[in-house]
């Protein structure tokens, strides 16, 4: 039903830039809007929200990445982008996209989609940026 593929990570030097993209495939008859997401995990950290897309189409960030991340999708290829510029150390992390069929604004995905039980994830890239 719902098949996401990340791709972009790699390694950058500190200030650089990357951009992750994530292939999206649902099959989902309703009609629904699926919240999108990117979502990250440090080594040996929790996973926490980076951006949302919300089902209203607005957009919401972490606080880390605010200014620095953009997230934006392509409809029409049903491709999902995260823009980083700016990239620190801390960014370092395994980034993952995550689609949610349940309505909530951007912000509320941040909260909610690591714990859903009906959040689907992709494999995962890994950033990986040095000092």
């Known amino acids: 039903r719902v098949h996401l593929m990340e791709s972009g990570g790699g390694s950058v030097q500190a200030g650089g830039s990357l951009r992750l993209s994530c292939a999206a495939s649902?099959?989902?008859?309703?009609?629904?809007?699926?919240?999108m997401a990117w979502f990250r995990q440090p080594p040996g950290k929790e996973r926490e929200g980076v951006a949302a897309?919300?089902?209203?189409?607005?957009?919401d960030y972490g606080e880390s990445v605010k200014g620095r991340f953009t997230i934006s999708q392509d409809n029409a290829k049903n491709i999902l982008y995260l823009q980083m510029n700016s990239l620190e150390p801390e960014d370092t992390a395994m980034y993952y996209c995550?689609?949610?069929?349940?309505?909530?604004?951007?912000?509320?995905?941040?909260?909610?989609?690591?714990?859903?039980?009906?959040?689907?994830w992709g494999q995962g890239t890994q950033v990986t940026v040095s000092s």
């Open positions: 649902i099959k989902d008859a309703s009609g629904i809007q699926y919240a």
């Open positions: 897309i919300g089902s209203d189409g607005l957009t």
């Open positions: 995550a689609a949610n069929p349940l309505r909530m604004p951007a912000f509320q995905a941040l909260l909610v989609m690591a714990s859903s039980p009906v959040t689907f």
